[in-house]
């Protein structure tokens, strides 16, 4: 999600001697990058979350999935009031109101866990999520108008370097701090427990997953009051007078004329849930096949997201010398032949697998992106909105694994991302072009 505009801003082929951070935007530039590494921390903090209520609520695999549900259903629901709100305003509110929600869904976690229940928890996440889906509106295009307009995809590129800098903090948060303190006890002997001994464990279970969220929350506030007392760039869109009927019905009509654009918006679809689907499983896969606790278990998860970020820059490398739409497919394709590994071999060999799909994703959210906007024009700002609500993908395609996993077994589950890393290579190979 956070590389959504990598892939559509001008200029970034063509050299210039344009300063990519002037120093008047310096301290503004840094506040918002700041940003970035808050939003990637909370998505990869909720990865660990479903480990961590699956044990304490004891539930099913497809009950602990709806933590990814409320999460990028939040995503999906404010993605489009997001941009209405930025068009109405400006960017700046729209940054403050992301960090205000975000900060709230944050502090939620404490009556969550005086509540000891799984419901306020999912509506804490909400809550949560829908901030980062304004932040994220908000952010992104805010870093490219803050500048000039010849470097923005650089300076965007320096924003999200931030981002897995907060991925991977938050996957040590949950290693090492939330999921490090689950009790050991099994579901079999937390069903034999009175209710006061059972309390006393999800007490203080619970207790570690509010504890750093508290904590995240008071880092939020903090850079809130720094933006909101910090002048920032006032900044306007550019208006692309194509003289056609600029309302949401009209340009929606036109983007369903867009066939190319349609079958984007579906490859997007597909591919945050396989995604979201193979990092919020990696643990529960990795217990099952290899062993160990859910702490053990979340080194392939913080494997998987630093092998995700390196990939990212080797990707943007060889695109210099492969077009990026058949460097989708070919990933796409080594993507799919990992998945069969996973559901086929299993083991360790299964589990670095996965772990080696993370390094086929790392290009696919920003090239289905600007494939998608090809020759869109004026429209391509509600078509990019479009894109963004795609990532529901993550919250209905990873409740569907959950639901397969406890049906089948957790092996099975995985035909959801192979159906949509094959739907990629399709994209790569011929979806993309305009018709």
Same mark, same amino acid.
């Given at each position: ?8 801003? $001008? ?37 660990? #979350? ?19 549900? @409320? ?12 941009? &209405?709100?930025?068009? *109405? =305003? ?8 992301? #960090? ?16 000891? %229940? ?14 980062? $889906? ?7 295009? =805010? ?46 002997? *937390? ?14 279970? &619970? ?22 007392? !910090? ?12 003289? %056609?009927? /600029? ?9 369903? /004329?867009?066939?190319?654009?349609? *079958? ?10 396989? /995604? ?5 499983? !990696?643990?529960? =896969? ?7 606790? %859910? ?5 392939? &998860? ?24 058949? #460097?989708?497919?070919?990933?796409? #394709?080594? @993507? $799919? ?15 670095? @697998?996965?772990?080696? +799909? ?9 090239? +289905? ?17 479009? &894109? ?10 990873? @409740? ?36």
């Amino acid at each position: 999600m956070t590389d959504t505009l990598l892939a559509s801003g $001008s200029g970034a082929n063509k050299k210039s001697t344009a300063e990519v951070i002037p120093k008047a935007i310096l301290i503004p530039f840094i506040l918002l990058t700041s940003c970035f590494a808050l939003w990637g921390l909370a998505n990869n903090m909720t990865d660990v #979350l479903i480990a961590q209520f699956r044990k304490v609520f004891t539930l099913t695999d497809m009950q602990s999935g709806l933590v990814q549900t @409320a999460f990028y259903g939040a995503y999906f629901v404010l993605a489009l009031p997001a941009a &209405l709100f930025i068009q *109405r =305003y400006s960017y700046k509110a729209g940054v403050l109101l992301g #960090l205000g929600m975000f900060a709230s869904g944050a502090l939620l976690f404490y009556p969550a866990a005086q509540a000891m %229940e799984y419901m306020p928890f999912l509506m804490a996440l909400f809550v949560l999520a829908g901030g980062l $889906s304004i932040l994220e509106t908000s952010a992104n295009p =805010y870093i490219i108008a803050m500048g000039p307009q010849e470097t923005a995809t650089r300076r965007l590129n320096i924003a999200q370097a931030f981002n897995p800098v907060g991925s991977i903090t938050g996957v040590l948060i949950g290693k090492f701090y939330i999921l490090s303190q689950l009790n050991p006890a099994t579901d079999v002997e *937390r069903a034999a427990m009175t209710s006061t001994e059972l309390g006393v464990i999800q007490t203080g279970e &619970l207790h570690a997953v509010m504890t750093p969220y508290l904590f995240v929350a008071a880092v939020i506030v903090l850079v809130w009051l720094a933006i909101a007392f !910090t002048k920032m760039p006032a900044t306007k869109d550019a208006v692309i007078e194509t003289g %056609e009927d /600029q309302s949401m019905r009209a340009t929606f009509g036109r983007l369903l /004329q867009k066939k190319h654009f349609v *079958r984007g918006v579906i490859g997007q679809f597909f591919y945050i849930g396989a /995604q979201i689907g193979c990092w919020s499983w !990696t643990i529960r =896969y990795v217990m099952t096949q290899v062993g160990g606790t %859910e702490a053990d278990a979340s080194t392939y &998860l913080l494997i998987s997201i630093v092998t995700f970020s390196a990939f990212r820059f080797i990707c943007v490398g060889l695109m210099k010398y492969v077009a990026p739409e058949r #460097l989708l497919a070919v990933l796409a #394709l080594v @993507a $799919s032949i990992l998945v069969c590994v996973v559901m086929g071999v299993g083991g360790i060999t299964g589990a670095y @697998a996965l772990v080696g +799909i993370s390094a086929c994703m790392s290009l696919m959210f920003p090239t +289905i992106f600007g494939l998608s906007l090809h020759g869109l024009g004026g429209d391509s700002k509600f078509g990019g909105s479009c &894109l963004i609500m795609a990532i529901l993908g993550g919250a209905l395609l990873t @409740a569907i694994m959950g639901q397969i996993s406890d049906s089948i077994g957790i092996q099975a589950s995985f035909v959801i991302p192979l159906i949509g890393f094959l739907y990629l290579i399709y994209f790569g190979l011929k979806g993309y072009k305009a018709d």
